[in-house]
């Protein structure tokens, strides 16, 4: 059975005809795991089991394995979005029960990803996921709850190998300021 992530194990596959692993257009031969090959049990399936696994993406959707990549917003609440070219900012006017989603954008065979490598007090990461569009970059989106009152409360992000196999000798950081009011 393909690998897929828990979203889409429930959706049924076409199987009346075999797919392509799409990983040989995104990532050179040599970095491809052993055992790679060509063809999938279905043309939903753009990942072999080898890729899947190395690579860490459902065959399916190409978001995480071990993640839920539902299409439906993981929040409720009010929130405010900023993106890989904000790191640095000062972000003014936002008010306690409201969230800040930091979207990155990831490429999805370089076994990178972002982890949380500080938050202020009155912050906590409430949600995060994976959105692709079956290319070779997606984006990660992280939710950050503001639960109290801070005139500069902060977020601060790390690069990480989220694989094995990746070395990562200088990780970047990505980090962002924000006012929160009452
Ligand atoms: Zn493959
Ligand atoms: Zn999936």
Not at 3 to 19: A, F, I, Y
Not at 40 to 62: K, M
Not at 137 to 163: H, P, T
Request: proline residues 4%; contains cysteine; hydrophobic residues 35%.
């Amino acid at each position: 059975m393909a690998k897929l992530c828990h979203e889409c194990q429930q959706k049924k596959p076409d199987q009346s005809v075999r797919g392509t692993c799409m990983a040989p257009s995104f990532v050179k031969a040599v970095n491809l795991p052993q055992g790679h090959f060509p063809w999938t049990a279905s043309p939903n399936f753009t990942l072999c089991d080898a890729c899947a696994d190395h690579f860490g993406r459902c065959a399916w959707c190409g978001g995480s394995l071990s993640g839920w990549n539902s299409s439906m917003l993981p929040t409720t609440k009010r929130f405010c979005q900023q993106f890989d070219n904000d790191s640095g900012k000062h972000v003014e006017g936002m008010y306690v029960g409201e969230q800040i989603l930091v979207k990155l954008t990831v490429d999805l065979y370089s076994g990178i990803s972002w982890r949380v490598k500080q938050l202020s007090r009155g912050v906590s990461l409430a949600n995060s996921r994976i959105i692709t569009e079956g290319g070779q970059y997606g984006w990660l989106e992280m939710y950050f709850d503001l639960n109290q009152v801070d005139s500069k409360a902060g977020i601060l992000l790390e690069q990480e190998a989220s694989r094995s196999w990746v070395s990562l000798k200088n990780p970047q950081m990505w980090g962002i300021t924000v006012e929160v009011k009452h």
